[in-house]
């Protein structure tokens, strides 16, 4: 059992930057790839990036490439998402997510994660 807890989101504006982050319980956390989702209102869960369990390969929904970084500390059960150049279109709830499994862009949707996070907020204004 892995439990998740997300931090870092809020109101921001248009250009400005959040760091989101996410800690795990659990011992076995290096052994999982884990990813962040979000949800608009009226909207389906999609995925926004996803990070193998070594950290090596990340994977990026094409909307917040070049944007958003996605990254992990393993010492520290941890995963972290830095979005950058923030959209009103990024406004939503993120949730973190985990699965043991790696795997390609199109394998990521939300009935492959085993388990999330509660989801932080963040709103963008323009």
């Known amino acids: 059992q892995v439990q998740l807890v997300e931090s870092g989101g809020g109101l921001v504006q248009g250009g400005d930057s959040l760091r989101l982050s996410c800690v795990a319980s659990?011992?076995?956390?290096?052994?999982?790839?884990m990813a962040w989702f979000r949800q608009a209102p009226g909207k389906e869960r999609e995925f926004v990036a996803s990070?193998?369990?070594?950290?090596?390969?990340?994977i990026y929904t094409n909307s917040v490439k070049g944007r958003f970084t996605i990254s992990r500390d393993n010492a520290k059960n941890s995963v972290h998402l830095l979005m950058n150049s923030l959209e009103p279109e990024d406004t939503a709830v993120y949730y973190c997510?985990?699965?043991?499994?790696?795997?390609?862009?199109?394998?990521?949707?939300?009935?492959?994660?085993?388990?999330w996070g509660q989801g932080t907020q963040v709103t963008v204004s323009s």
């Open positions: 659990g011992r076995t956390f290096r052994n999982y790839a």
């Open positions: 990070i193998s369990s070594s950290g090596v390969s990340t």
């Open positions: 997510a985990a699965r043991s499994s790696w795997g390609g862009p199109t394998t990521w949707g939300p009935s492959t994660i085993l388990y």
